[in-house]
């Protein structure tokens, strides 16, 4: 019996499916190609039985005549009409079944008389057992049926050296039958192999989307990396405030808990949000928008962005009982970006933008969102946002700043 592996976690359900209906279908396909190869071979066949009998007189051929004809029209009907059969499994056992009933016969016609051929049944075992090994049982079957019919044939008529060709029918029966399963074992673990290689690019490639913006993975998919200028890209950086404090407090397997259902929770917002997350450092977040495709409305996505993620973390800082605080810095403006590195491959942004960015949050305060002057000319139409005046910014110098508190829905009403 051919058998297909047992469903399990390492060889799920719908592989089992999968294999079962490639094989099936690869070996109607050879059925269809081999029905085709052996008509042209029976007419040659055919054409030299006629021209050794007509003109030189060879007697005996003329047995074959019938069982040449009848698998003739078998072929030429089956190759005319398989692709009719809606079931690749229909097609496939119908060719075995007819075929090697053909194959029975023709043995059964040759055997008792003076040239004692089973070549015919050899080969016509030998070869369905290693093109056409079918999953299941059908194969087994139909091999014992051919040889148990071939036995009772020659029985029937008499044949007085049955007991003589009884050994070599069951070894060839044995044969079939070990050449069938090493077959079929040869194609599974192909099979096998096959869908073990996808499951490891299936792997990597989740692996490189959930690294990369989803452009960058695809062209590094494709083996190509490059850098590129863009006009103006929003970025965000968020620190919580007293980590470190935090962390002396805490065991390491708790505060890893804590950082990475904080950052699940960040990445969950930004994906709702459009926003592309970079990279986390320690307890340090980086995203931006606009890179490394332009998208509408940048700034906003980040500014709603930005204050949710504030609320996720004071609301994690209350489910856990710990004072979550973050200082978020937001600017927006021309960059450089791209992946750099030889083994551990990164996708980053340079510029004095990314810089301001960086200076915005480092100079903010818990639970405050700072942003530049360009990015408060972009979202004062529509969020609430608060003149911090003129700082000087570390290696930036003075640098007008303000708060957003929120968006005009949200924000308070005048006397409130």
């Known amino acids: 019996m051919n058998r297909l592996p047992t469903a399990s ?18 070996v109607a396909a050879r059925c269809l190609r081999f029905s085709k190869i052996l008509l042209a071979v029976e007419l040659v066949l055919l054409v030299s039985d006629f021209i050794r009998t007509r003109y030189f007189g060879v007697a005996g051929v003329e047995a074959l005549l019938p069982w040449r004809l009848a698998f003739i029209a078998f072929l030429g009907l089956y190759a005319a ?50 093109l056409c090994p079918l999953p299941g049982r059908f194969c087994f079957a139909l091999y014992s049926v051919a040889a148990l019919a071939l036995i009772a044939m020659l029985m029937a008529l008499h044949d007085p050296r049955v007991s003589f060709w009884l050994s070599s029918i069951v070894a060839a029966w044995v044969m079939a039958v070990i050449v069938s399963r090493t077959c079929f074992r040869a ?52 620190d919580v405030v007293g980590f470190t404090q935090l962390a002396g407090r805490l ?104 810089n301001l960015a960086q200076r915005l949050e480092a100079s903010s305060e818990q639970n405050v969102i700072h942003v530049s002057e360009p990015v408060y000319h972009r979202l004062r139409a529509a969020f609430d946002l608060q003149d911090r005046g003129v700082l000087d910014l570390k290696d930036i110098g003075p640098t007008r700043t303000f708060i957003l508190r929120g968006s005009r829905d949200d924000a308070p009403h005048p006397g409130a």
């Open 9 to 26: 976690a390492e060889f799920p359900q719908f592989w089992v499916d999968e294999c079962r209906e490639e094989m099936t279908g690869k």
């Open 81 to 130: 009409f398989a692709r009719q059969i809606p079931s690749a499994y229909v097609r496939a056992v119908t060719f075995l079944a007819l075929g090697t009933a053909f194959t029975v016969w023709v043995t059964g016609t040759l055997l008792p008389g003076l040239s004692g051929d089973m070549s015919v049944f050899v080969i016509g075992m030998f070869t369905i057992a290693a």
């Open 187 to 238: 194609l599974l673990a192909e099979f096998t192999q096959r869908k073990g290689l996808e499951r490891q690019k299936e792997r990597v490639n989740e692996l490189l989307y959930n690294v990369f913006p989803q452009t960058i993975a695809a062209s590094l998919q494709e083996g190509k990396r490059s850098i590129a200028s863009h006009s103006e890209v929003t970025i965000l950086f968020a």
């Open 251 to 354: 065991l390491p397997s708790q505060l890893v808990e804590i950082l990475e259902t904080l950052f699940g929770r960040f990445d969950s917002a930004a994906a709702r949000h459009g926003v592309e997350k970079i990279k986390t450092i320690g307890d340090s977040y980086m995203a931006i928008s606009g890179a490394p495709v332009a998208i509408d409305h940048s700034v906003e996505r980040i500014a709603a962005f930005a204050l949710e993620i504030v609320a996720i973390c004071n609301g994690l800082g209350k489910e856990c009982g710990f004072n979550l605080a973050l200082r978020v810095g937001i600017h927006t403006g021309p960059v450089v970006a791209g992946v750099i590195g030889s083994s551990r491959l990164c996708y980053d942004l340079w510029g004095d933008s990314v």
